[in-house]
């Protein structure tokens, strides 16, 4: 069932559709979150992701056209990113809490302290990027979107997606080697 004939059944009262709705796109919601520097760890973005998911079926009925659900939501979620950058009145920081990335990516928790402590590695990296790189990065590995759905979901070219992903790999890959030969 499209995001469209999910919209437009929960207009028409039927919540459980919402459901459906939520669980497709939390991961998504969650990602875009968690990539703002505003938002701080994981739970804060956690949090965020639940609350424009709230948001967004309070305000459904506004969405003048059902199929374009998701880009409805992620703008939904720019603003609440931006509210809570604005409510917290702080420097925005390094994005900490990226654990779920590495058992995402590796299905399994981290095998042995040497592991343990290059993922770490990566994952403060990760977060030290630019903000549009780890979004792209969160996305294509958290979410394992293809590149025209990330594109559709970022509003971009699909050229500009995999610019940023190379981009992203190139300076996770410079900033790695750095730490690795300070080692």
Request: aromatic share 8%; charged share 25%.
């Amino acid at each position: 069932m499209t995001d469209g004939e999910l919209v437009r059944r929960v207009v028409a009262g039927e919540t459980a559709a919402y459901g459906v709705l939520a669980r497709r796109w939390f991961c998504r919601i969650l990602a875009f979150c968690q990539s703002r520097s505003s938002v701080g760890g994981l739970h804060d973005a956690e949090d965020l992701a639940q609350d424009v998911l709230v948001r967004g079926y309070r305000n459904i009925g506004s969405l003048v056209e059902p199929d374009q659900f998701g880009p409805w939501l992620r703008g939904i979620a720019r603003h609440a990113c931006a509210d809570q950058g604005r409510d917290r009145r702080r420097q925005p920081q390094p994005v900490v809490g990226l654990e779920w990335l590495a058992t995402s990516v590796t299905g399994m928790p981290f095998e042995s302290a040497c592991v343990n402590d290059e993922r770490l590695a990566v994952l403060e990296q990760i977060a030290s990027i630019p903000e549009e790189l780890r979004e792209a990065i969160l996305l294509h590995y958290y979410e394992n979107l293809t590149y025209d759905e990330m594109a559709r979901w970022l509003g971009v070219a699909r050229a500009t997606v995999n610019d940023r992903l190379a981009r992203a790999r190139e300076l996770l890959r410079i900033r790695l080697a750095k730490l690795r030969s300070h080692v």
